[in-house]
């Protein structure tokens, strides 16, 4: 379930945009990150203004549908500029894959690696797990846009994963 919604003006210039993590057990987190334009000689120039981190009602969608209608209305209910006109904007997804890694362990040692690679607009979600055991312990699952990393991680085979922890491997080069 994890995207980027992309609110932009009619004339074409960046508003907002809405990230959506699901990264723990029914836990959703939504980044708004807000974006002012102002004329220059030589057009416009849009930049950020703060972002603010927050949760989202943690749920689980029927349809890529049902997704987009409540991304739309957060939107519309969180960015400023959008709550004061919605039908001046238009809302589109990032259509870039997005890749996240995990390291999964336990107090006691290190599990595996998990790399989800997801494409919300093309409705799939791949996971890659790398066992730090062995190789046979290693396995590939697919899956849809619906479902959330978390739960996606805890459907690997390897006994141990059950129990571990997920930690995240930071992407300093990630600009969202």
Not at 23 to 42: F, K, L, P, Q
Request: aromatic fraction near 14%; charged fraction near 30%.
């Amino acid at each position: 379930m994890d995207r980027k919604l992309i609110v932009t003006s009619k004339k074409g210039y960046l508003q907002a945009e809405l990230i959506f993590r699901y990264e723990g057990r029914n836990d959703a987190r939504c980044s708004v990150i807000e974006y002012s334009n102002y004329e220059t000689d030589d057009g416009y120039s849009v930049f950020a203004l703060s972002p603010m981190d927050g949760y989202a009602q943690y749920k689980k969608f029927k349809s890529i549908d049902e997704i987009k209608a409540y991304d739309i209305a957060l939107a519309k209910d969180k960015v400023q500029e959008v709550r004061a006109n919605p039908n001046d904007f238009t809302y589109t997804y990032d259509t870039e894959d997005v890749i996240y890694r995990y390291f999964l362990k336990t107090h006691i040692d290190v599990i595996g690696m998990a790399q989800i690679r997801s494409n919300f607009l093309k409705n799939y979600k791949e996971l890659e797990f790398f066992s730090a055991k062995a190789f046979v312990h290693d396995e590939t699952i697919s899956s849809n846009s619906l479902e959330g990393n978390y739960d996606l991680v805890k459907s690997i085979r390897d006994q141990r994963v059950g129990y571990s922890d997920m930690q995240g491997v930071i992407d300093w080069d990630r600009d969202s």
